[in-house]
């Protein structure tokens, strides 16, 4: 009987993965779990990059190396989210020629991007259109519809406009359920996939109430819940104040976007918050001083009522520093700034998971360069910095997966005791 009580002792070792070594870490769906994201059972801290060229660059065979290469780069420098566009919408080389109508290479050029995150153990935070002009964003959708004989009083109608709607849930629709030709995965059912965003920074500037903006992204997230349970979604947003907690938006660079951090981010389809912080656009006229000072208030206070208020995790979506305004040691106090206030957070098991700078460029990208990219090859002290941040998020999570390790063991151990005892009980009562 002892013997049987090992034997089911090990078999329950081997059920709770304390010997699953080899199991890749990365290979589920992340979820929440409070203010935390969850991966195969424990807290996932992680820092991450955009790309928004992704799958641009994947559509052209010739060029697909660069995106392998921008993963490869990644994981050796511990990064473990890329955030990228699923969207371009008319204009050179769309995804969507017209509503409903997609172009197959493109689509295939997003497959292989999800393929090779996958191949690296990045997850991925796919966007599904954009709140400005380039790669088509609101305006294509109101003009598609104003083709069709709808009319419009601005582009704002875009979150109002039922046909144009129709049109967004379609596309939302179209890259939900996409089976990735390189995988044989469909998007909804790909774990590599971390979480969906409505909309790269949405703004309606004609409604400052925020109303409109509730409106559109309860709807829009309640039609991705109803297709796909498997992913978390997040909204895009910068994280401006709204009239919901009109006390906050003193704290708001001096204008108004139409969005409400805490309301629209209080929607249940919703499932984390996100914040974007450029202070060198938002306060051009300041100094660098005053641009820190008020970073270091944007970020606290986010932090705070993410963790006290909204009660869920907040991932630092957007952050950078353009080197065109600025230079190198600017940029490095800015990183240095947002990677101090995750970490802080982070290492109390608090609500902020991580930050995704603005942008990672692979090398011989130069035309892609806007000021604020970051080459991981070229050994900067930016990319250290970079790197700093990804071993101390990692540290973090490799201590919450022994700490689940531990408590897998005690609990097959206590297991493995009453197994024993019973087996005791069990030979004493047949040898009277």
């Known amino acids: 009987m002892k013997h049987w009580g090992l034997v089911l002792f090990v078999s329950l070792l081997f059920e709770q993965g304390i010997f699953l070594r080899h199991v890749k870490a990365d290979d589920g769906f992340v979820k929440t779990k409070g203010v935390q994201l969850m991966l195969n059972g424990s807290p996932f801290y992680a820092n991450g990059f955009n790309a928004y060229w992704l799958m641009y660059m994947a559509a052209d065979s010739s060029q697909r190396s660069k995106v392998s290469s921008a993963f490869e780069q990644a994981k050796q ?182 969005a409400d951090f805490i309301a629209n981010n209080q929607i249940p389809g919703i499932d984390f918050a996100t914040v974007h912080s450029y202070p060198d656009q938002w306060l051009q006229n300041s100094n660098d001083e005053s641009q820190i000072a008020f970073l270091n208030t944007w970020l606290n206070n986010h932090i705070q009522d993410t963790q006290n208020i909204l009660q869920k995790p907040l991932l630092f979506a957007e952050f950078g520093k353009s080197l065109k305004i600025a230079g190198p040691n600017q940029r490095d106090e800015l990183y240095n700034t947002v990677y101090t206030a995750i970490y802080s957070s982070a290492r109390g098991g608090g609500a902020a998971v991580g930050g995704l700078f603005w942008q990672l460029l692979a090398d011989g990208m130069d035309s892609y360069g806007d000021g604020y990219e970051v080459i991981l090859s070229q050994s900067t002290s930016t990319v250290n910095l970079i790197a700093q941040e990804s071993q101390k998020l990692n540290r973090i999570r490799k201590m919450y997966v022994r700490l689940r390790d531990m408590e897998k063991w005690n609990k097959a151990r206590h297991i493995r005791r009453a197994l024993l005892w019973s087996g005791n009980g069990v030979s004493n009562t047949g040898g009277n």
């Open 77 to 258: 420098h511990g990064l473990a989210i890329a955030r990228t566009w699923a969207f371009s919408d008319g204009g050179d080389r769309p995804l969507q020629y017209s509503p409903g109508s997609y172009n197959e290479l493109m689509f295939q050029g997003l497959d292989f991007v999800v393929s090779e995150a996958k191949r690296y153990g990045i997850k991925l935070v796919l966007s599904f259109g954009n709140n400005y002009d380039q790669f088509g964003g609101k305006k294509q959708y109101v003009n598609w519809a104003r083709n069709q004989g709808q009319s419009f009083g601005s582009d704002d109608d875009f979150f109002t406009n039922s046909v144009v709607k129709e049109y967004y849930k379609n596309h939302i629709n179209t890259v939900l359920t996409r089976r990735n030709t390189l995988t044989g995965v469909a998007y909804k059912d790909e774990p590599t996939i971390m979480a969906w965003e409505l909309m790269n920074e949405p703004r309606c500037l004609s409604d400052p109430s925020g109303n409109t903006m509730q409106a559109w992204i309860t709807e829009m997230a309640s039609h991705v819940k109803s297709i796909d349970g498997n992913h978390l979604l997040e909204a895009g947003l910068e994280g401006f104040y709204g009239p919901s907690s009109s006390q906050k938006q003193q704290y708001n660079p001096n204008f108004q976007v139409g």
